[in-house]
T-cell receptor, first 114, second 118 residues
Framework: AQSVAQPEDQVNVAEGNPLTVKCTYS??????LFWYVQYPNRGLQFLLK??????LVKGSYGFEAEFNKSQTSFHLKKPSALVSDSALYFC????????????FGTGTRLKVLA | EAGVAQSPRYKIIEKRQSVAFWCNPI?????LYWYQQILGQGPKLLIQ????????DSQLPKDRFSAERLKGVDSTLKIQPAKLEDSAVYLC????????????????FGPGTRLTVL
């Protein structure tokens, strides 16, 4: 079965430190990969995506993500965390064939401590 | 540009009652999605429309859920009758098709409707 895993329910990091939010997937072929962020009482907002090409993708608010085909991972990173980055982060994959279904992970809550 | 609009924002109903949610996507977005997000879980796709046609409704509980997008613009999602396990946030999202990689476009989400079934 196709799936997306975010192994950490919560990640705590001190402000100014680098952060990583992990995502691995199990989908046939090479899917499109996305990260979304959800702030309280708001809908999901797009951060970045991987389509093809360079494995390091840069997105909004200083976030970047690295696609690793051999490990089927797409970890979200930021060199220096801000308190305002505290939110719920979702990894998502989209099949490149069939119904092009979106599959979301269960989310990782990021807490940046001042 | 106006975002995806949803109403109501909150709804509380008794089990076995009916409820309807409304979504107005971003102008020009041909694809519209309805998701169910249960507390502590990621969004689960219920139905995807391309214009006014259904692309994927494989995870829609069709015995109680229905959705329509009659004119290819706004959409309604209905639950009849509601069960306790339907308590969730219902998210609407839309996207447009871009030339090179039409399936790689990101989705734009509305604020969601929080449904509580008592």
């Amino acid at each position: 079965a196709q799936s997306v895993a975010q192994p950490e329910d919560q990640v705590n990091v001190a402000e100014g430190n680098p952060l990583t939010v992990k995502c691995t997937y199990s989908v046939s072929g090479n899917p499109y990969l996305f990260w979304y962020v959800q702030y309280p009482n708001r809908g999901l907002q797009f951060l970045l995506k991987y389509i093809t090409g360079d494995n390091l993708v840069k997105g909004s608010y200083g976030f970047e993500a690295e696609f690793n085909k051999s490990q089927t991972s797409f970890h979200l990173k930021k060199p220096s965390a801000l308190v305002s980055d505290s939110a719920l982060y979702f990894c998502a994959v989209r099949e490149k064939s069939g119904t092009y279904k979106y599959i979301f992970g269960t989310g990782t809550r990021l807490k940046v401590l001042a | 540009e106006a975002g995806v609009a949803q109403s109501p924002r909150y709804k509380i109903i008794e089990k076995r009652q009916s409820v309807a949610f409304w979504c107005n996507p971003i102008s020009g977005h041909a694809t519209l999605y309805w998701y169910q997000q249960i507390l502590g879980q990621g969004p689960k796709l219920l139905i995807q429309f391309q214009n006014n046609g259904v692309v994927d409704d494989s995870q829609l509980p069709k015995d109680r859920f229905s959705a329509e997008r009659l004119k290819g613009v706004d959409s309604t999602l209905k639950i009849q009758p509601a069960k306790l396990e339907d308590s969730a946030v219902y998210l609407c999202a839309s996207s447009f098709a871009s030339g090179g990689y039409p399936q790689a476009v990101e989705q734009f989400f509305g604020p969601g409707t929080r449904l509580t079934v008592l």
